[in-house]
């Protein structure tokens, strides 16, 4: 049981380039959920996806979309990056919104250059 | 906004020792509770969750909440070294605030 797979693991990219950082569960949850994890700052809420067909703002989203490709799949896309956004990124889901544990995945390390 | 408060540590206890780890939360209406723990370099994961006042025991761990002080804390008794890592409060509120926020963390080093 693989729980939450992400992909990649590490990444680096030029200033201006685009990548999609991919993430898929296989625990039938509801909702997902992308972060990143700045030192000092905690992990801050980008995106989320409380259930299938549906797409809310996080706390930062600024220079990131995403799409809920149906109940296992929420990708992360970086349209042009930047190097404010080197960090480490999770996904994570939930079985249903509203207080459930998070599962998170093992985490894509980015780099922006 | 949410905000959770935590000791930014680093807090350092023997082995064999109590280590007590705290967390503070601005929404008196959150509900549920967690604990996750993450060791250098590796994703979070849940070690303990609350929704009730009053203590939750697991193992070693023991869980504490207070509502009407915002106050959660963790207990880690008989500390060992494979305890050493950052420790992560995250509260969510109810109704449509149901999104969990994370606290800093706390870098807890437990020394043999």
């Known amino acids: 049981n693989a729980g939450v797979t992400q992909t990649p693991k590490f990444q680096v990219l030029k200033t201006g380039q685009s990548m999609t950082l991919q993430c898929a569960q296989d625990m039938n949850h509801n909702s997902m959920y992308w972060y990143r994890q700045d030192p000092g700052m905690g992990l801050r809420l980008i995106y989320y996806s409380a259930s299938e067909g549906t797409t809310d703002k996080g706390e930062v989203p600024n220079g990131y979309n995403v799409s809920r490709l149906n109940k296992r799949e929420f990708s992360l896309r970086l349209e042009s990056a930047a190097p404010s956004q080197t960090s480490v990124y999770f996904c994570a889901s939930e079985i249903s919104t509203g207080g459930s544990p998070l599962h998170f995945g093992n985490g894509t390390r980015l780099t922006v250059t | 906004q949410k905000e959770v408060e935590q000791n930014s540590g680093p807090l350092s206890v023997p082995e064999g020792a109590i280590a007590s780890l705290n967390c503070t939360y601005s929404?008196?209406?959150?509900?549920?509770f967690f604990w996750y723990r993450q060791y250098s370099g590796k994703s979070p994961e849940l070690i303990m969750f609350i929704y009730s006042n009053g203590d939750k025991e697991d193992g070693r761990f023991t869980a504490q909440l207070n509502k009407a002080s915002q106050y959660v804390s963790l207990l880690i008794r008989d500390s060992q070294p494979s305890d050493s890592a950052t420790y992560l409060c995250?509260?969510?509120?109810?109704?449509?605030?149901?999104?969990?926020?994370f606290g800093k963390g706390t870098l807890l080093t437990v020394n043999p």
């Open positions: 929404d008196r209406g959150s509900q549920s």
């Open positions: 995250a509260v969510n509120g109810g109704g449509s605030n149901y999104k969990l926020t």
